[in-house]
């Protein structure tokens, strides 16, 4: 069944994740140090917990770690639109659209398997008391890969924050 979640607070990092009932599917937690994220810990109502270590650039999912360098990778030029992720050969194509405002995670290998959406909630958009909402369709049941897509969400549109802050939000918005 397709599922359509939405984080309850604005900070992605710190958030409970809950579906239309109102029940909690993810609950995210950080800290934070001197120089920014350290950890990110991600714990599914199922029980399963992932994580992001921000400064050692590596994801753990069930205890397994994956270093960004062997999940990700770029097509074309560096700051270009699209980026692959990919967790047990399960490759994803991530790209933003509509200036942002949307980032979407097709699989690259199956043509019937559906796009995962995460739509934004960017500070002074025309949308700014509406917040992110991630949809898994239906055909994303596993939930390691939930996880896995999830966590590639997060450290991408964190990273794509901290870019727009740092060069201004007009600069990113052709992402």
């Known amino acids: 069944m397709a599922l359509t979640l939405t984080f309850v607070d604005r900070k992605l990092v710190d958030s409970s994740v809950i579906g239309p009932d109102g029940g909690v599917h993810y609950t995210t937690g950080s800290t934070d140090g001197s120089r920014g994220l350290k ?29 960004w360098d062997e999940l990700k990778s770029q097509s074309g030029r560096k ?17 933003y659209q509509n200036y942002a405002k949307e980032l979407l995670a097709t ?19 025309v949308r700014e008391k509406e917040n992110a909402v991630l949809y898994f369709p239906e055909e994303v049941q596993d939930e390691t890969q939930r996880m896995f897509l999830l966590m590639a969400i997060l450290q991408t549109e964190i990273s794509r924050q901290a870019m727009a802050k740092k060069m201004g939000i007009d600069a990113v918005a052709s992402l």
């Open 107 to 125: 699989p690259s290998s199956s043509a019937d398997a559906g796009t995962v959406r995460f739509t934004t909630c960017d500070a002074g958009s």
């Open 39 to 67: 950890f990110t810990t991600i714990t599914a109502a199922s029980g399963l917990v992932g994580s992001i270590n921000w400064r050692e650039a590596l994801f753990v999912i069930d205890g397994v770690e994956k270093k």
């Open 79 to 95: 700051f270009g639109p699209q980026r692959q992720w990919n967790w047990e050969n399960e490759p994803y194509t991530f790209k």
